[in-house]
């Protein structure tokens, strides 16, 4: 218990992985305006080749969904072999407002998360929940591009969920739940919004929580998270990526 607890206060010093997503973030739509994007960022390089979508095509500057079985020359995404589009997409978004609006969420709930859990075990849930989000939202929505830090930040608030509803660690002071449900409410009331990608990272942050409790025998913050833990984070990513082969194989 000793060592859990000295472990969990070094790792849980500062923020320094949110704050170093967030500089990312930035500066991949500083780069993108550098090349000419525009200020929503769908042009250019850097969106063509990092936008998740099933089953694309490049159009001029710009990117395309296509349904399935549609013969094109060119053809890009997931279902062509570009897997990296399920994290990079991740560290893309669709103009200054979507990118300040993910950045000051991901600063206040990322940043409380990765100082109660530690640095190593915030970037796990994040990344994993990132790629959980973009299967779910290749299920709903695979010819659609999309983009946005939103499916992983929904993870650490499913994270911050199991802490809150079964260890009664109030990492968020007790309101994740309540954030998740105007978030959800959110989503499904505005248009274009990956209502996959939010569901999806939210159950992945959330199984990988419990992964790391080994499923409520230890605490996330202070306890080992010994093999189990580590094979739930592998799973759930593993799994991600086998929903996403199951449901794009057609569009090829």
Known sequence: M????????YEGVGSKVTR??????????????????????????????GALLANGVKVGNTLAGLP????????VGVAHGEWWRMLTAAFLHYGPFHLLLNMLALWWFGSALERRIGSGRFIAIYIVS???GSAGALMLDPTTPTVGASGAIFGVLGAGLV?????????????ALGVIVLNLVFTFSVANISIGGH????????????????FGRAHIAYGRAGLLGYATIVAVGAASFLLAYWKTRGYA
């Open 130 to 132: 990132g790629l959980a």
């Open 2 to 9: 000793t060592r859990g607890a000295q472990r969990a206060a």
């Open 163 to 175: 802490m809150e509803q079964f260890q009664r660690d109030y990492v968020f002071g007790g309101s």
């Open 20 to 49: 170093g997503l967030i500089a990312l973030n930035i500066l991949v739509y500083v780069a993108e305006l550098l090349q000419g994007s525009g200020v929503s960022a769908t042009k250019g390089s850097i969106y063509q080749n």
């Open 199 to 214: 569901i999806g990272g939210l159950l992945g942050g959330a199984a990988c929580a419990f992964g790391l409790s080994r």
């Open 68 to 75: 399935a079985h549609v013969p094109f020359p060119d053809l």
